[in-house]
C-alpha cells in the first residue's frame, strides 16, 4: 500500500512535494504556489528493474530507468536515472491503483489520468 511520508523535505526554490512509498512503487507529487499539480514521478518494479515515469506540466513525458550503478566497474556509484524503452502503462495504472488506497482521490485520478493517456506507440 502506498502511504504518504510525512515531513517530506522540502527544498528551498523548488516545488512543494509529497512522497508516497510502498515496497514495489513510489509516487512523488509537485505543487505550484497554487497548489496545482505541476510535475509527478511514479516509480515502479523497485526491487526488479526499477523504472521511473515522469510526467511534468508543459513538458510531457519521461520514461526513465535507474541505473543503480552497481554493474559498472566502479560499483556502488550513485544511482541516476537513464532513457528506457516502452512504457507498459495498461500494467503500471493497474498496479498503482491496486497500491493507491491511501492516496487523496484527487491525486489518483490526476496520475491515472495522466498515465492512460500516455502516448501508444505503434508496432
Not at 8 to 20: A, C, K, L
Not at 48 to 70: C, N, P, Y
Amino acid at each position: 500500500m502506498l502511504r504518504e511520508i510525512r515531513h517530506t523535505r522540502q527544498h528551498p526554490g523548488e516545488f512543494r512535494r509529497r512522497w508516497f512509498f510502498s515496497h514495489e512503487q513510489d509516487l512523488i507529487v509537485w505543487y505550484s504556489d497554487a497548489s496545482e499539480i505541476v510535475s509527478f514521478q511514479l516509480c515502479y518494479d523497485k526491487y526488479r528493474d526499477e523504472r521511473a515515469i515522469w510526467w511534468k506540466a508543459g513538458q510531457g513525458f519521461s520514461h526513465l530507468r535507474v541505473d543503480d550503478g552497481e554493474s559498472s566497474p566502479l560499483s556502488h556509484s550513485t544511482p541516476v536515472l537513464v532513457s528506457d524503452g516502452i512504457f507498459e502503462s495498461c500494467e503500471v495504472v493497474e498496479r498503482f491503483l491496486a497500491l493507491a488506497g491511501e492516496v487523496p482521490e484527487n491525486i489518483v485520478m490526476f496520475v491515472t489520468t495522466h498515465l492512460r493517456n500516455y502516448p501508444e506507440v505503434d508496432g
